[in-house]
């Protein structure tokens, strides 16, 4: 008897993790919206303090062209999302530990240690786009922040499935 499963609920199965991956992502970014406004609300609005606090992100366009700071993002994400697949699969002998936490941790410690000094580090949507549409400086470099982590996620399951885990 074969263990396949049927091809009627596989694509069911796949439309509703394509479903449930749209919701996550409307509520992330409303979560986003809602803090970095109750953020901006608590703020001193005088004499450009926002600037000082934005924590925007944003590249130079004098040291980074725009394909260098969008690689930058990918590779970001890529790092994480292969690193967080790695350890949480146990086909690879990763049984769930304490360990897990640390090294997702600890790869999203040296990423933003990597990239703070080039692009402020995104890698991830919301963190890159919201505050900056939230202070009124969200421009043609958000799209790097916005599409450089997706594209860095997209790249990395493959990624995974057919080299780590194949």
């Given at each position: 008897m074969s263990t396949r499963p049927s091809p009627s609920r596989s694509s069911s199965t796949r439309e509703s993790v394509f479903v449930g991956m749209i919701f996550y992502m409307i509520a992330q970014f409303a979560g986003g919206f809602a803090g970095a406004g109750v953020l901006y609300g608590?703020?001193?609005?005088?004499?450009?303090?926002?600037?000082?606090?934005?924590?925007?992100?944003?590249?130079?366009?004098?040291?980074?062209?725009?394909?260098?700071?969008?690689?930058?993002?990918?590779?970001?994400?890529?790092?994480?999302?292969?690193?967080?697949?790695?350890?949480?699969?146990?086909?690879?002998?990763?049984?769930?530990?304490?360990?897990q936490p640390l090294a997702i941790g600890l790869s999203i410690f040296v990423v933003h240690i990597w990239l703070i000094p080039y692009t402020n580090c995104a890698i991830n949507p919301v963190r890159g786009v919201v505050w900056n549409i939230i202070?009124?400086?969200?421009?043609?470099?958000?799209f790097i922040f916005l599409f450089g982590p997706l594209v860095g996620g997209g790249v990395a399951v493959p990624i995974f499935n057919f080299i780590f885990n194949p």
């Open positions: 608590l703020g001193n609005h005088g004499d450009d303090a926002l600037e000082n606090i934005s924590g925007g992100n944003s590249y130079n366009p004098e040291f980074l062209n725009w394909g260098q700071a969008f690689f930058f993002e990918v590779f970001g994400t890529m790092f994480l999302v292969l690193t967080i697949l790695s350890s949480i699969n146990e086909s690879r002998g990763h049984a769930p530990s304490y360990l202070i009124g400086q969200a421009g043609n470099q958000s």
